[in-house]
């Protein structure tokens, strides 16, 4: 090779643009100094045996995960299939702005969080057990992040030891799954700082033409008191009702405004409908109380619970848009980290099972490949490879199986 022919081969790969539209990548080795720092402390060492005993664990609730999920699509083939079909079929997709249980801004963060922690993972793990870190670097969507890598010498972790490559491939899993349960931990920690800020009956809407309206209530009041009886649920408001006739006057007690500050007592002459006393109100029981101690009691039988987005089911998550103005806490802008911290715990959750699924090449079905061949050493190499592709094709085909299901039954 001539001294030119190097010469643009050094240019080739320190190229840093690549652009093919709509794709761009943007190529550094300016991170090869962190990996390598970061990969010669003794704790990357131990992290990287916990990542790998993490992996089995995982790729086991995913696939728990996956069945249970095909099996509510057969039992409930109506129910779940007119959820799937309200969401649409950009719930299948984990891109902001498309799925839209996915909030732009902290869904964007989230897995562009994720996604540099899984592949920095990678980088850190490889160059502790000696493996060369080529270049690194984001991919871009246009100008959207959607992406990151680390680019590991293949060649040298086809011939390193099994265990030095198992490390490697079952870093980005594990180190999302700790950082995923970290900030889990830190987002029920705020969970746990709130109290209710109101308690009452909420007003969800003032019927026209009845007392309620003629007396200057509004949707979205929360009613606190009756006659100066404390209201905390709908049974109570009945109660209080029931013992009134149509043409009785009652004295009305709503919270409204800002964090609930303000007070609004009004004179309500009540009707009958249906031989029922009524002001005219549409309610629902506040219990906010009641919220916030099912969501605050953790334990690992209720871990799917905090799956559930706060966009998808806003009356039960306490940091929701809804729910937000209901609660307070010593904590400065506690919602906004409390959704940024749940988004980032179900991106990575996500990332990391699905990435752990014995599926070639993901990162599990890598790891089933390598033990393969370290455990199977009376397997020829065409085994090994039969093998791998069936676990492969079995998990395929779960999985699209319990995603197209709905939309299909």
Not at 100 to 118: C, E, K, N, S, T
Not at 264 to 274: A, H, I, R
Request: one cysteine or more; charged letters at 15%.
């Amino acid at each position: 090779m001539t001294a030119n022919e190097e010469n643009r081969k050094d240019e080739a790969e320190e190229r840093r643009i690549e652009f093919s539209f709509p794709m761009l990548i943007l190529r550094t080795k300016r991170f090869s100094g962190v990996f390598d720092k970061l990969g010669r402390l003794r704790a990357s060492r131990y992290l990287a045996w916990v990542f790998l005993g993490l992996v089995p664990f995982v790729a086991g609730i995913a696939i728990y995960l996956i069945a249970t999920s095909l099996v509510n699509v057969l039992m409930n083939p109506s129910v779940v299939g007119e959820v799937a079909r309200d969401l649409g079929a950009g719930a299948i997709l984990l891109l902001p702005g498309i799925n839209p249980m996915l909030p732009i801004v902290y869904g964007w963060l989230a897995i562009i969080v994720a996604i540099v922690l899984h592949e920095g993972a990678h980088g850190i793990i490889a160059r502790n057990n000696g493996l060369t870190v080529k270049s690194s670097g984001l991919l871009f969507f246009l100008v959207i992040p959607i992406g990151a890598f680390v680019d590991v010498d293949e060649e040298q972790i086809k011939v390193a030891k099994s265990r030095a490559s198992l490390k490697v491939m079952a870093a980005g899993v594990g180190a999302n799954v700790i950082v995923g349960l970290s900030c889990l931990l830190c987002m029920l920690l705020i969970v746990g700082s709130l109290s209710p800020a109101v308690t009452g009956v909420y007003v969800a809407d003032v019927v026209d033409g009845m007392p309620a309206k003629t007396a200057g209530l509004l949707a979205k009041d929360t009613l606190v008191s009756v006659d100066n009886v404390t209201v905390k649920n709908t049974t109570d408001l009945r109660v209080i009702l029931d013992g009134k006739a149509a043409g009785d006057l009652i004295h009305v007690t709503v919270a409204r405004g800002e964090k609930w500050q303000d007070r609004y007592t009004t004179t309500v002459n009540l009707t009958s409908s249906e031989n029922r006393t009524v002001m005219g109100i549409s309610t629902y029981d506040l219990m906010t109380q009641e919220r916030l101690d099912f969501y605050q009691n953790f334990s690992l039988g209720t871990l799917s619970m905090y799956l559930i987005p706060p966009t998808l089911y806003s009356g039960f998550v306490p940091f929701s848009d809804f729910l937000t103005p209901f609660y307070s806490s010593a904590i400065p802008f506690w919602s906004e980290l409390a959704n940024m911290l749940f988004w980032i715990w179900f991106v990575n959750f996500n990332l990391a099972i699905f990435n752990a699924l014995p599926i070639y090449p993901l990162d599990g079905g890598r790891i089933f490949n390598i033990t393969l061949k370290r455990f199977g050493r009376n397997l020829s190499e065409k085994a090994v490879y039969r093998i791998t592709l069936a676990v492969t094709a079995v998990c395929v085909i779960l999985v699209v199986s319990g995603t197209v299901l709905p939309f299909l039954l």
